[in-house]
């Protein structure tokens, strides 16, 4: 009996994952022709230094598949890692979101992340170098965001590219600081101009006194060496007030602006008080 039993649980999970691969595959394959029919496409939160006022966009990459619908890049990265067209997307989305960007006011900074075969593929400096000579941005005006799992592997390279980077004005953030290693050695040796604070951190920060410690200590620790710090994922006022008031330089967060399509976002920038201050109306006013 133990034998069919072990047969028949073999047979279940087979077929799970056999759907899993099956529908793995179909995105996959359908993966490789999104770029080409258009089907990518970048929306941008706004970062808002508090009290009010926008300082630029993160580019968020989006994926409209014709039959799905809208697919979040959690779900189709990393495939797209996986099957080695993360380099391919990572350079459309570096030119796309330049190209957006300079139809903004030039004050406004844009954010775009990187992924680790960007890193990888050795040709990143160039690449980004030939991207904003092309598009005519100023290079201070981008700004790369990578978490530490792009830094795991190769540091010394690693090292080079970030410095490459630096040299050429572009800034650096450390994206979804807190989670991962959180190695305080990235932070001796990495050129990063900005901390960004994940939200794991910031969801209960105007409740939990650890937490607010934490918080704290970073914003302290980024400040010492001269970063600056972005919380992110802030959903509501209370979370934005107490970040303020630990002197957190720069806000992002449903709260703050949702990622907003390229329509939306003239109005944005035009409307005043529209950050900070507008968003806590609308909260009064929704409830
Ligand atoms: P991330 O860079 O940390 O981006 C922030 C994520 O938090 C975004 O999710 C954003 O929509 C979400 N978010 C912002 N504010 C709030 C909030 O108040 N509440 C909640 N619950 N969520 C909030 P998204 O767009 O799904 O992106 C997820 C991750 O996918 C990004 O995390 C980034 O690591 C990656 N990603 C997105 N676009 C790109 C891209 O163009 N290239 C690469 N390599 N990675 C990307
Ligand atoms: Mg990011
Ligand atoms: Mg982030
Ligand atoms: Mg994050």
Redesign the pocket.
């Known amino acids: 009996a133990a034998k069919t039993d072990g047969r028949g649980c073999a047979r279940i999970f087979n077929r799970a994952m056999l759907l899993l691969l099956e529908h793995r595959e179909n995105l996959r394959r359908s993966l490789r022709t999104a770029l080409e029919r258009g089907e990518l496409y970048?929306?941008y939160?706004p970062l808002i230094r508090p009290p009010s006022s926008v300082i630029g966009f993160?580019?968020?990459?989006r994926w409209r598949h014709p039959e799905i619908g809208i697919i979040?890049?959690?779900v189709f990265?990393p495939i797209a890692e996986a099957d080695g067209l993360?380099d391919e997307i990572?350079r459309w989305?570096l030119e796309e979101a330049c190209r957006q960007a300079l139809t903004w006011p030039s004050s406004l900074t844009i954010a775009?992340?990187?992924?680790p075969a960007?890193f990888l593929s050795g040709s990143l400096t160039d690449t980004v170098a030939q991207i904003i000579d092309e598009v005519g941005i100023r290079a201070d005006r981008l700004e790369l965001?990578i978490?530490e799992t792009v830094l795991l592997e190769k540091t010394v390279d690693n090292i080079d590219t970030l410095n490459t980077l630096n040299v050429l004005g572009i800034r650096i953030s450390l994206?979804?600081f807190g989670t991962y290693y959180s190695s305080l050695s990235y932070l001796k040796n990495f050129p990063f101009d900005t901390l960004?604070i994940d939200?794991y951190f910031i969801t209960d920060v105007d409740t939990d006194s650890k937490g607010q410690t934490i918080v704290r200590s970073i914003i302290n620790l980024a400040h010492g060496l001269g970063m600056s710090v972005t919380a992110?994922?802030?959903?509501t006022w209370a979370q934005a007030r107490w970040l303020i008031k630990e002197n957190c330089d720069c806000l992002?967060?449903?709260?703050l602006g949702?990622?907003l399509e390229i329509e939306e976002i003239g109005d944005f920038i035009k409307r005043p008080a529209l950050t900070v201050g507008r968003a806590m109306e609308q909260t009064k006013g929704a409830g």
Do not use: Y
């Open positions: 970048l929306e939160q993160e580019a968020l990459l979040p890049p959690s990265i993360m990572g989305v775009v992340n990187l992924s960007q965001e978490t994206d979804d960004k939200q992110e994922g802030v959903e992002q967060g449903n709260f949702r990622p």
